[in-house]
């Protein structure tokens, strides 16, 4: 709202919600969307096949739900996986700028004024978004930094709902219909990235994205292959990761290091508080990984305590 208590409306930007029989869970993020401070153009719902029949009967009268002058669009297709969904949803937008939110999410607020922001200021910028807070099975904030393809060949530095630049969908082919069992994200912010030299994604530092967890979750089931996946994005972008093959392996590197001082420090604490290791963590202290800092942190381990 403005200071006049009037709605504002970004013109310049849609949102396209994907849903499979989220149930009440979608109005949860199409409230999220109306809510705004500003406001997107249209919001485009494209269900990807629901079964759930109360899903399905909500999603045919949602525009019932809402007292909004934000125009909702329904779109129906047979279930293709969410890469599939988002890429009809995109097909359907104008605007210049693009927001992608799963339908089992919610943003703050503020969220589309913020990151819509962050683009304006930098023509560089291919796509933003924020951190997250997590509710659900887990309470907590999750800070990715965003950056430029360098920082994005370790791991993924954004979050699945952020903004982009149309443009830069048409021009990387839009999300890979091919890839349903996780990282489309992922995937996605690479294509993006290689299409525009010198090109970044950007994140507003404050947790205006509310993504919720659950231990069937599509994000947690895919990193049961998550060496698989890697693999299939390192032979897609093979030229990139050529290209920076040291800044790669070193980013992968530093998180390895952040998780072995980390596990190091769990162990000296246990310690030093005389309590009973874990299986895994005595195990290592008896027989410690070698080449890849695990017997220097055992050794660090055995130099301050009595290791039996």
Not at 227 to 248: N, P, V
Request: with cysteine; aromatic share 8%.
């Amino acid at each position: 709202m403005n200071t006049k208590g009037e709605t504002c409306i970004a013109e310049d930007v849609e949102a396209v919600v994907t849903s499979f029989n989220q149930g009440t869970m979608i109005l949860e993020a199409v409230r999220s969307l109306v809510d705004q401070t500003i406001l997107p153009a249209r919001i485009i719902i494209v269900d990807d096949g629901s079964t759930d029949e109360a899903s399905v009967e909500l999603l045919e009268n949602i525009n019932t739900c809402f007292e909004s002058s934000v125009p909702i669009f329904v779109m129906r297709q047979p279930n293709g996986g969410v890469s599939v969904a988002r890429n009809t949803g995109i097909r359907e937008t104008k605007a210049p700028l693009v927001l992608v939110l799963d339908g089992d999410d919610k943003i703050e607020p503020g969220y589309i004024e913020r990151v819509r922001q962050l683009l304006y200021e930098d023509p560089l910028m291919v796509a933003a978004s924020s951190w997250m807070h997590t509710f659900g099975v887990l309470d907590s904030i999750v800070c990715p930094g965003g950056g430029t393809i360098i920082e994005f060949l370790a791991r993924n530095c954004c979050p699945a709902t952020h903004i982009f630049r149309r443009e830069i969908w048409e021009t990387c082919g839009g999300y890979d219909e091919t890839m349903r069992s996780g990282f489309e994200d992922w995937d996605f912010f690479l294509s993006m990235l290689e299409s525009m030299p010198d090109s970044h994604i950007g994140i507003v530092t404050e947790p205006l994205i509310d993504y919720r967890t659950a231990p069937a979750s599509s994000n947690i089931k895919s990193m049961s292959k998550r060496l698989e996946l890697i693999r299939f994005l390192i032979e897609k972008h093979i030229r990139s990761y050529q290209a920076h093959i040291a800044d790669a392996i070193l980013g992968v590197e530093a998180i390895s290091m952040s998780r072995l001082y980390g596990w190091e420090s769990e162990i000296c604490h246990s310690l030093s508080e005389n309590q009973n290791l874990s299986r895994t963590s005595d195990e290592f202290l008896k027989s410690p990984s070698y080449g890849d800092g695990g017997m220097a942190a055992a050794v660090r381990i055995a130099s301050s305590y009595k290791v039996v």
